[in-house]
Nanobody, 115 residues
Framework: QVQLVESGGGLVQAGGSLRLSCAASGITFRFYAADWYRQAPGKQRELVATITSGRVTNYADSVKGRFTISRDNAKSTVYLQMNSLKPEDTAAYYC?????????WGQGTQVTVSS
């Protein structure tokens, strides 16, 4: 079955950096686009960044210039490099792929940015 497993979250001070990883299994990862979403308490889940199978990327305006999404197809892994973190980036971050028309989600990893 399809599994997405995130790692790399944690507590960081404002201005710091973190790199999230999402390891996929059960699919031929290189054929699929992958996304990072986030959800802060009391807020809707929002799309943060997308990378297509052809490595075309897209970002939410709130993270442009600070976050970078990338992928390593040999490792079936997608990354989110987060720099210049702000307290408003605090959220649970989720990896997502659409496989066979179905949404697949990881379990999430918490990112907390202190001011």
């Amino acid at each position: 079955q399809v599994q997405l497993v995130e790692s790399g979250g944690g507590l960081v001070q404002a201005g710091g950096s973190l790199r999230l990883s999402c390891a996929a299994s059960g699919i031929t990862f290189r054929f699929y686009a992958a996304d990072w979403y986030r959800q802060a308490p009391g807020k809707q889940r929002e799309l943060v960044a997308t990378i297509t199978s052809g490595r075309v990327t897209n970002y939410a305006d709130s993270v442009k210039g600070r976050f970078t999404i990338s992928r390593d197809n040999a490792k079936s892994t997608v990354y989110l490099q987060m720099n210049s973190l702000k307290p408003e980036d605090t959220a649970a971050y989720y990896c997502h792929c659409t496989v066979g028309g179905l949404d697949r989600w990881g379990q999430g990893t918490q990112v907390t940015v202190s001011s």
